[in-house]
T-cell receptor, first 116, second 116 residues
Framework: ETGVTQTPRHLVMGMTNKKSLKCEQH?????MYWYKQSAKKPLELMFV???????ENNSVPSRFSPECPNSSHLFLHLHTLQPEDSALYLC???????????????FGPGTRLTVL | AQKITQTQPGMFVQEKEAVTLDCTYD???????LFWYKQPSSGEMIFLIY??????QNATEGRYSLNFQKARKSANLVISASQLGDSAMYFC?????????????FGQGTELSVKP
């Protein structure tokens, strides 16, 4: 496997379910990100991890709980979601948090989540 | 205030012709980077091109070039010789240097359709 992978690709869940999204990067990067992409809206950053430490929580509701056990893996644990949480959830990674030309973020294919 | 503005929700271009996708931005940080990403229907965000605020020349990557006009705060993407595979959503994004959290701010995107 190369690049950034995400599983599952599609997920349908009820509001009382608990599920987890998984992201894995094979690029040797140290920073990982969760983004939410709703229809007709710009991508919204949710969380940032750098060297396994959370560096940003963009006022995300507590029903979304991230976990970063190591620099290669990132999880998003979901519980008691609402229908408006239905969206494409994208994971990304970069070398670290520095700015600059060679530190672009590489994205996974996303998990399309539907909350019923 | 919106930091990244893409005013064209949808664009059409004839195959083999050039097309310009507009992007304007707003920042008070003198140091920043501008990115363009392509998102096909599969969902994955693909990095296309980067322009740093201090770069003297416009960035180019193959058929992609960035028309960077700093005084106007615009960073338009030019795709030359359009191909059918260029049909996708295109997102402009900005990262400010004083943002230590690695946050990319995205525009709302432009959907490009290439006609045969």
């Amino acid at each position: 496997e190369t690049g950034v992978t995400q599983t599952p690709r599609h997920l349908v869940m009820g509001m009382t379910n608990k599920k987890s999204l998984k992201c894995e990067q094979h690029l040797g990067h140290n920073a990982m990100y969760w983004y939410k992409q709703s229809a007709k809206k710009p991508l919204e950053l949710m969380f940032v991890y750098n060297f396994k430490e959370q560096t940003e929580n963009n006022s995300v509701p507590s029903r979304f709980s991230p976990e970063c056990p190591n620099s290669s893996h990132l999880f998003l644990h979901l519980h008691t979601l609402q229908p408006e949480d239905s969206a494409l959830y994208l994971c990304a990674s970069s070398q670290d948090l520095r700015s600059g030309r060679h530190n672009e973020q590489f994205f996974g294919p996303g998990t399309r989540l539907t909350v019923l | 205030a919106q930091k990244i503005t893409q005013t064209q929700p949808g664009m059409f271009v004839q195959e083999k012709e050039a097309v310009t996708l507009d992007c304007t931005y707003d920042t008070s940080d003198p140091s920043y980077g501008l990115f363009w990403y392509k998102q096909p229907s599969s969902g994955e965000m693909i990095f296309l091109i980067y322009q740093g605020s201090y770069d003297q020349q416009n960035a180019t990557e193959g058929r992609y070039s960035l028309n960077f006009q700093k005084a106007r705060k615009s960073a338009n993407l030019v795709i030359s010789a359009s191909q059918l595979g260029d049909s996708a959503m295109y997102f402009c994004a900005m990262r400010e240097r004083n943002n230590q959290g690695g946050k990319l701010i995205f525009g709302q995107g432009t959907e490009l359709s290439v006609k045969p």
